[in-house]
């Protein structure tokens, strides 16, 4: 190693998303952080929750209904959350309308354009997550999954492989592994932040 | 970004920034906590690629005499090494002495990343070529000369032995 002339990496650029801010109607708890290059769109007002954390390159996208992130959620670069079809309950107020519950992973390259995410649910690494969807509590969504528009999917619900389905038995009957990673997702949230600044200003009209 | 004179912006700026050690790194790459990154030599950074040196393992805090460290690696890439389009590089991160901490992750010389790669992996060793749209999820090994085919998920904590091709997912 010490052979190897390695060079610290300087003079790369970056550019920050030009994007015109959201309307007045966001709501985001002064707990949570949005990177400063996260991008944040569309005139329907998100909602973001205590402690939630949006990596840099994370778009949430309200253009056709309201996003709304629970608490203690962890959005990743590349992710997006919004849905791009008016499709909801009824076909009323609720169009397009994304609720993200409490404790929920999105991770990079994800869509999610559900209805409903569950608390706790995990959707992994460029997954898609159909307009309409309703995701249970704890559900898990694996790396490239595809859940199809429209789709429920009960509590504790595991999607893999090439769209399998099986129920998570172990989260399901034991507290203590579902505290064990709702815990892992807390501090996770927690390092997160003396790493990552926060950036939440310029969407907060400060 | 530095923004010079707009008129000559388009003929003055090449796509790729060359450092001293030849690496290569597109103007487009998404680079963050660049301090943290190390790049071996003939290294090549296409566009769009994300490079998440920013998640690094924190500095403990400086015994009492001792010079505070101000800089670790995060991410650390080895020579001739190619990172295609739109990969995300991401160091994992696991519970390390009851503390959640981002393990640094190495990627050896002669690696090939195809485009739209994640890649979360603890090491990926010399000549190793991974195909395009692969997850390679936290904390996964693969030895020395495997391919991973495209489209393959790797699974956390696998490991990956020397010289295998991979599928599968």
Known sequence: MAT???????????????LSAPSANCKLHSTAIIADKAQLTGAHGIEIGEGTFVHPYARIDAEFGRVVIGRGCIVSEKAVVGSRVSRGVDGGEDEGVVVIGDGVGIEAGASVAAIRVGEHCMIEVNARVGAGAVLGRWCRVGACCVVAEGEVLEDFTVVFGDGRRRIDAVAKGREDVRDARAKAREMEIEV??????????????? | MSRSAPASRRTA?????????????????????????????????????????DLCRKPEPAADGE?????????????STIIATNSIIRPPNRLHKGQMTYIPMRIGDNVFIGPNCHISSASISNHV???????????????????VLPGTVVPPNMTIPAGRRWWGG
Do not use: F
Not at chain 2, 19 to 33: L, Q, W
Not at chain 2, 67 to 79: D, F, L, M, Q
């Open chain 2, 129 to 147: 070529h991974v195909g395009a749209n692969s997850v390679l999820s936290s904390l996964c090994i693969i030895k020395e000369g495997s391919k």
């Open chain 1, 192 to 206: 997160l932040r003396t790493l990552v600044a926060d950036g939440s200003m310029r969407w907060r009209g400060g």
């Open chain 1, 4 to 18: 190897k002339s390695k060079r610290r990496l300087s003079n790369t650029t970056t550019t920050a998303p030009n």
């Open chain 2, 13 to 53: 700026k090449t796509e790729y920034i060359e450092t001293d050690t030849g690496n290569k790194i597109s103007r487009r790459a998404h680079i963050e906590g660049k301090q943290n990154i190390m790049l071996g030599g003939k290294t090549v950074i296409m566009s769009g690629v994300h490079l998440r040196g």
């Open chain 2, 67 to 79: 010079k505070e460290k101000t800089s670790v690696t995060a991410i650390s890439i080895g020579r």
